[in-house]
């Protein structure tokens, strides 16, 4: 982990400024209260607040070192006892070179306030080892949540990518067994679906790592997926567009309405004789565009079907996406079957 007065400049304009502020104040008092010359009030300043800051930020590497989830409380106060010993003897030792070389005279003041140094020398070393506790707490709880967001997100991801994974194999397994069928009563039926499904593949490969799409693409998708399921059921699948123009550049989850036409069609077209509508509609409300589909259903037929495919899903990925399940609203009219979408744009 890098130091953080290398790796943040305002922190070490900070650090800069605070010392300038301390050794200014120490000088006054110890000039106007002590009554003490200028020049030794300027060298007991910056012996003690200014030869000691530059010292004191190598304290970084000493607690790197010396973690405190890595040692006992005991471990690590000799280790930092010992450090602070060491740390004052080297201190003192270059004080008291520095004021000889500056003024030989001033040795004994140095010499008599000996004992109250060594433990300002302490004093300081446990406010560094404090400070620099505390910003690498900072540091390590500010990586670790980045770590953990960036963990959720590829989970998210997967789950996400496992979700769409479960549509198309389905639905192709569905349009393989179709084409095998109309090789035999309708070839040109089934060249024309192979095409479909050949740009539908297309369209679901190139946006399948995008999660939202605009609403006008996605309806291009549908209307791929609707053409190729036109040619399997002729007349008795008319599906019907209500989309107000504001609704086209809506974001969207991409291939979140094919799983809700999948149901439509498995309720409301396959047992059908007659045509069967289903309307697909949106319209902006305050916070959400919300998207309906309704399809009309024989309520007879409908008893020995499983579970609507893919709602399931579709909730879990409203989830993932959004953070709330309750988007989907399905409603059971009796004579037809509404599914509610509302999807915030913010």
């Known amino acids: 982990m890098k130091h953080p007065f290398i790796n943040n400049r305002v922190l070490s304009l900070y650090y800069i400024v605070f010392w300038l502020i301390i050794g200014l104040i120490n000088f006054f008092v110890q000039v106007f209260w002590y009554d003490i010359s200028y020049s030794l009030g300027f060298i007991e300043s910056v012996v003690i607040f200014g030869l000691y800051p530059i010292m004191g930020a190598s304290i970084w590497y000493v607690i790197q ?3 405190l989830d890595e040692n006992d409380w005991t471990k690590n106060i000799l280790f930092h006892f010992v450090a602070a010993t060491i740390m004052n ?32 020398g302490y004093l300081l070393y446990a406010g560094y080892v404090v400070f620099f506790y505390a910003v690498n707490y900072y ?22 990518s ?6 198309n194999p389905h639905f192709l397994f ?34 399948s790592r995008e999660e939202t799409v605009s609403l006008k693409d996605e309806l291009d998708h549908i209307k791929l997926y609707l053409g190729i399921e036109k040619i399997r059921f002729g007349k008795k699948l008319n599906p019907v567009f209500q989309i107000e123009e504001k609704c086209l550049n809506a974001q969207i989850p991409n291939m979140i309405l094919q799983p809700l036409l999948e149901n439509a069609i498995k309720y409301g077209v396959y047992e059908a004789t007659e045509p069967v509508n289903i309307q697909i509609s949106c319209k902006p409300e ?15 037929s409908i008893k020995n079907k499983g579970e609507g495919i893919g709602l399931k899903n579709i909730r879990q990925r409203l ?16 004579t037809s079957f509404k599914v509610e979408l509302m999807l915030p744009q913010k």
């Open 174 to 207: 569905n349009s393989l067994n179709s084409i095998s069928s109309l090789t035999i009563s309708k070839p040109e039926r089934a060249q024309e679906m192979v095409i479909n499904l050949s740009s539908f593949m297309r369209y679901s490969l190139q946006h």
């Open 139 to 160: 540091n390590t709880l500010k990586d670790k949540i980045k770590r953990e967001s960036e963990l959720k997100m590829l989970i998210r991801d997967a789950e996400l």
């Open 162 to 167: 496992a979700l769409k994974s479960q549509i």
């Open 319 to 334: 989830e993932l996406i959004y953070g709330n399940p309750n988007l989907l609203r399905i409603t059971d009219l009796k």
């Open 286 to 300: 305050s916070a959400f565009f919300l998207i309906t589909i309704e399809n009309e259903y024989d309520a007879g």
């Open 89 to 120: 003897v080297i201190w003192l030792y270059l004080s008291y070179v520095l004021v000889k070389m500056v003024e030989e005279s001033y040795v004994e003041f140095i010499e008599k306030s000996l004992p109250s140094k060594v433990l300002t």
């Open 65 to 67: 070192y010396n973690r």
